[in-house]
């Protein structure tokens, strides 16, 4: 069984830049959520995705945006990068919205 | 918007040490989740409780969902220096008719040598 992955591991990016991270599922499942965790922080819930549907979102502004794909996996794409966008973004897959497992994060730099 | 205090920020003991630490909000969660998360990792759930007054025990920890529904505490039992690393606390929340996690700002224990 395949568990949950991320990529990129590690980015750097300037401000007013536009980036994607992507996660791939655990093979499976057809949930998946992402979180914005700064350092030193818990995660913060960005939005989730069921069955390529956007599920629910937190407090995040418009130009963070998804996509989930017809396998499950997913996009997280944030445009105009601000340097509080620096963070580990972390991608959750489950099955049916339940419990969630989590890939290893990707960790975003902006400069 | 809803949010988790969780105590100690951070945590200095010597091996074989049991430890506590606790969540406490102002809002109600119907299910409250215990993970840890180690460096360069995602968080790993160690423990859910979904009742009320529940006790769970998963090894050598144990946790527990407060009467009141606003609290939380997990407990470690002889510690070893694989548990290091630093453990949040999640509640289920429903917002809009979607569930999402809310989360703690993390305990993060530290064995002493």
């Known amino acids: 069984e395949t568990g949950v992955t991320q990529s990129p591991t590690h980015l750097i990016k300037t401000r007013g830049q536009q980036v994607t991270l992507r996660c791939s599922s655990q093979?499976?499942?057809?949930?998946v959520s992402w979180y914005q965790q700064a350092l030193g922080q818990g995660p913060q819930f960005i939005f989730q995705y069921y069955r390529e549907e956007e599920n629910g979102r937190g407090n995040f502004p418009p130009r963070f945006s998804g996509l989930q794909f017809p396998n499950y996996s997913s996009e997280l794409n944030v445009n105009a990068l601000e340097l509080d966008d620096s963070a580990l973004y972390l991608c959750?897959?489950?099955?049916?919205?339940?419990?969630?497992?989590f890939g290893p994060g990707t960790r975003l730099t902006v400069l | 918007g809803q949010q988790l205090n969780q105590s100690p920020q951070s945590m200095f003991i010597q091996e074989g040490e049991d430890v506590s630490m606790n969540c406490t909000s102002s809002s109600i969660f119907n299910t409250w989740l215990w993970y840890k998360q180690e460096p360069g990792e995602g968080p790993v759930l160690l423990i859910a409780?979904?009742?009320a007054g529940e006790l769970t025990s998963n090894g050598r920890l144990t946790a527990q969902f407060g009467i009141t529904r606003k609290d939380s505490f997990l407990n470690i039992s002889a510690s070893i220096p694989s548990d290091v690393g630093i453990y949040f606390c999640?509640?289920?929340?429903?917002?809009?008719?979607?569930?999402?996690?809310?989360w703690g700002a993390g305990t993060k224990l530290i064995i002493k040598p």
């Open positions: 409780l979904y009742k």
């Open positions: 093979s499976g499942h057809n949930t």
């Open positions: 999640a509640g289920l929340s429903l917002k809009d008719s979607n569930y999402q996690l809310i």
């Open positions: 959750a897959s489950s099955l049916d919205r339940g419990r969630q497992f």
